[in-house]
């Protein structure tokens, strides 16, 4: 009743990619959390995903990995958090992998083990 709602996407340029980040649990869910980095993979079930990747999130910083080699195919993270990220996705490359599967199959992912 109050208000119309628009079919176009909203722009979302002047947000932060942490309130970005946070306001898509749905589509893009925690799968491990350590040393203050969210990782979360991305749901887009019946759309071409090419390649398996992940996205760490650290205070204001966003950075995409892909899965196989392990790289930052995006973004950025402070030095220090990009390393952890790196070691963290080469223990854990078979069950990142499995979780992409999973969510690009329509199932949720699994919890992997964080970083210690």
Same mark, same amino acid.
């Given at each position: *009743?109050? !208000?119309? /709602?628009?079919?176009?996407?909203?722009?979302?340029?002047?947000?932060?990619?942490?309130?970005? +980040? /946070?306001?898509? @649990? +749905?589509? *893009?869910?925690?799968?491990?959390?350590?040393?203050?980095?969210?990782?979360?993979?991305?749901? %887009?079930?019946?759309?071409?995903?090419?390649?398996?990747?992940?996205?760490?999130? +650290?205070?204001?910083?966003?950075?995409?990995? &892909?899965?196989? @080699?392990?790289?930052?195919? !995006? !973004?950025?993270?402070?030095?220090?958090?990009?390393?952890?990220? $790196? &070691? =963290?996705?080469?223990?854990?490359? %078979? $069950?990142?992998?499995?979780? =992409?599967?999973?969510?690009?199959? !329509?199932? @949720?992912?699994?919890?992997?083990? @964080?970083? /210690?």
């Amino acid at each position: *009743m109050g !208000g119309t /709602r628009s079919n176009t996407a909203m722009d979302l340029t002047h947000v932060s990619p942490r309130t970005r +980040y /946070r306001d898509e @649990p +749905y589509r *893009m869910p925690e799968i491990s959390r350590f040393f203050g980095i969210i990782i979360r993979m991305f749901a %887009e079930v019946g759309a071409p995903h090419h390649r398996p990747h992940f996205h760490a999130l +650290y205070q204001d910083a966003l950075a995409t990995f &892909a899965v196989d @080699p392990i790289e930052c195919i !995006g !973004g950025q993270l402070p030095r220090t958090q990009q390393r952890l990220v $790196e &070691a =963290w996705a080469e223990i854990h490359r %078979e $069950e990142l992998l499995k979780d =992409w599967e999973l969510l690009q199959s !329509g199932r @949720p992912p699994l919890k992997i083990e @964080p970083l /210690r």
